[in-house]
């Protein structure tokens, strides 16, 4: 299983980026698919998650400027950031918690992560 995210660049404050995030390989369901971010000199911190059902979790310091959704059909995990501050410069890393056939047990992936930069 791989999770291929893309999306990320260099970007002023105030603008806008679309991460996605697309998992392929040998999955039967993904359970939950999200992000999370890792700045220079910081933990990875949590920055929003969907669960299969379409309930959302997201970070206090992004609420009402990032959107997350999801294509089931395509595995695939989307986070449009909206309203950009240099605070959000980090590299970005999709994760999914899935199961590879029926009745298995469910593993945690991540991605290789995009970086994104908001900079004037």
């Known amino acids: 299983v791989q999770l291929q995210a893309s999306g990320g660049g260099l970007v002023q404050p105030g603008g806008s980026l679309r991460l996605s995030c697309a998992a392929s390989g040998s999955i039967f369901s993904i359970n939950l698919m999200g992000w999370y971010r890792q700045a220079p000199g910081k933990q990875r911190e949590l920055v929003a998650t969907?669960?299969?059902?379409?309930?959302?979790n997201y970070a206090d310091s992004v609420k009402g400027r990032f959107t997350i959704s999801r294509d089931n059909a395509k595995n695939t995990v989307y986070l449009q950031m909206n309203s950009l501050e240099p605070g959000d410069t980090a590299i970005y890393y999709c994760n999914a918690f899935l199961t590879r056939s029926s009745g298995g047990i469910i593993t945690n992936y991540w991605g290789s992560g995009t970086l994104v930069t908001v900079s004037r």
């Open positions: 969907m669960g299969s059902g379409g309930g959302t």
